[in-house]
């Protein structure tokens, strides 16, 4: 998502793109694409002009959006202790601090769009690694106004 919003094109990039840019299996990343298709983050399109492109505008999804539609959100309602019932009726030890990070990081990751990440990539906050024998290095780090 962060390699597609950075682009800031709406021409389609192929998912074996994205997969050799990033060093991505590219089996594994048609799962994720295909995810992201369902939750109405990308749209597909098929055909020789093909590929995915953002749904969305990148400052419209959170980052707490994309981890919830890939992994869902089972590790914001679960506990760190045990694997049974854990609420204020029945606290682990570890139950108040446990609310107070969960909640915490929810925050921080409601609070922070795709776009946040792009203009932090840009301005050398973040680092996006790519793989140094990707052929179309030059030309995407050029579209991203990277170095």
Not at 6 to 21: F, H, V
Not at 59 to 71: G, Q, S, V, Y
Not at 75 to 87: E, M, Q, T, Y
């Amino acid at each position: 998502m962060i390699f597609i919003a950075s682009l800031n094109t709406d021409e389609p990039i192929l998912a074996k793109q994205i997969a050799g840019a990033l060093s991505i299996p590219k089996e594994f990343l048609n799962k994720v694409m295909q995810i992201l298709v369902k939750a109405g983050f990308l749209h597909s399109i098929k055909g020789p002009a093909g590929g995915f492109v953002l749904a969305k505008d990148p400052k419209e999804i959170t980052i707490f959006d994309i981890i919830k539609a890939i992994d869902g959100t089972d590790w914001f309602d679960s506990c760190i202790l045990r694997v049974g019932p854990c609420d204020s009726q029945n606290p682990c030890a570890l139950h108040d601090y446990w609310i107070k990070i969960k909640n915490q990081v929810r925050a921080l990751l409601d609070h922070e769009s795709l776009a946040d990440l792009v203009k932090d990539m840009r301005n050398g906050k973040r680092v996006l690694q790519f793989a140094e024998d990707f052929i179309l290095l030059k030309k995407f780090k050029t579209q991203m106004g990277l170095n």
